[in-house]
C-alpha cells in the first residue's frame, strides 16, 4: 500500500514570495490533515478535511494560508504573503475516518523562508 | 484544552540498555493516547496507541507504554535498545475526531 506522498520535499523561498504544497493521502482515506512543525516543536494541526469539507481551520492563519481538496483527494496548501516565521516542516497525513485514530504520515515539505 | 508534556528534550543511551521516555498529558476527560516516532527526513510513524482497556500496550518494534491515570502519564519504554531507534520521539493526545495535541519532542541518541 503507497503511503502518503508530498511535494515538494525541500523549498526555500524569499518573504514576501508565495509557495504551494501538495498532498496525495492513502488511497481510501476520507480525513486528510496538514500539520506544520516548527524545528523544536511537535506537529500543530493545521487544518483538517472529511472527504472535501472542511472539519477543523481553527489554527490556520486564514490572512496567509489557503488549502482546498477539491475532489476529496488530493489537497494543497498554499501560503501568501510567506513570513519568516513560516520557516517549518509541513506534514500531510491522513485517516481512514473522522475518528483519526490512526493518521499516516507523509515525509513532509520543509521550507525555509529567507 | 488538552496539553502534553514531553520533560526529557534529549536522551541519550547506549546500545542494549533500557529506554524510558515520560509523557505527562492534561485533559478532562479519558485521553486517547498515542506515541510516534520520526526519523531524519521521514514522517510520523505510530508506534503505539491507548484508547482503554489495559493500560499496558504493545506496540511495534519492541517498545510498549503504560497509562497511569492517577499520574496523568504515558511512558514509554523499551527493554533493549538498538542503534535504529535513534530518532525523536512524539507522544501525542487526541480529543476526538482526528484532533491530536503533540508534545514537543524528545530525542534519543543511541551510542555504541
Known amino acids: 500500500e503507497a503511503g502518503v506522498a508530498q511535494s515538494p520535499r525541500y523549498k526555500i523561498i524569499e518573504k514576501r514570495q508565495s509557495v504551494a504544497f501538495w498532498c496525495n493521502p492513502i488511497?481510501?482515506?476520507?480525513?486528510l490533515y496538514w500539520y506544520q512543525q516548527i524545528l523544536g516543536q511537535g506537529p500543530k494541526l493545521l487544518i483538517q478535511?472529511?472527504?472535501?469539507?472542511?472539519?477543523?481551520d481553527s489554527q490556520l492563519p486564514k490572512d496567509r494560508f489557503s488549502a482546498e481538496r477539491l475532489k476529496g483527494v488530493d489537497s494543497t496548501l498554499k501560503i501568501q504573503p510567506a513570513k519568516l516565521e513560516d520557516s517549518a516542516v509541513y506534514l500531510c497525513?491522513?485517516?481512514?475516518?473522522?475518528?483519526?485514530?490512526?493518521?499516516?504520515f507523509g515525509p513532509g515539505t520543509r521550507l525555509t523562508v529567507t | 484544552a488538552q496539553s502534553v508534556t514531553q520533560p526529557d528534550i534529549h536522551i541519550t543511551v547506549s546500545e542494549g540498555a533500557s529506554l524510558e521516555l515520560r509523557c505527562n498529558y492534561s485533559?478532562?476527560?479519558?485521553?486517547?493516547l498515542f506515541w510516534y516516532v520520526q526519523s531524519p527526513g521521514q514522517g510520523l510513524q505510530l508506534l503505539l496507541k491507548y484508547f482503554s482497556g489495559d493500560t499496558l500496550v504493545q506496540g511495534i518494534k519492541g517498545f510498549e507504554a503504560e497509562f497511569k491515570r492517577s499520574q496523568s502519564s504515558f511512558n514509554l519504554r523499551k527493554p533493549s535498545v538498538h542503534w535504529s531507534d535513534a530518532a525523536e520521539y512524539f507522544c501525542?493526545?487526541?480529543?476526538?475526531?482526528?484532533?491530536?495535541?503533540f508534545g514537543a519532542g524528545t530525542q534519543v541518541v543511541v551510542t555504541p
Open positions: 478535511f472529511q472527504n472535501n469539507g472542511v472539519v477543523d
Open positions: 485533559y478532562g476527560a479519558t485521553p486517547y
Open positions: 497525513a491522513s485517516s481512514l475516518d473522522l475518528q483519526g485514530n490512526e493518521q499516516y
Open positions: 501525542a493526545v487526541g480529543a476526538g475526531w482526528g484532533k491530536l495535541q
Open positions: 488511497s481510501g482515506h476520507a480525513t
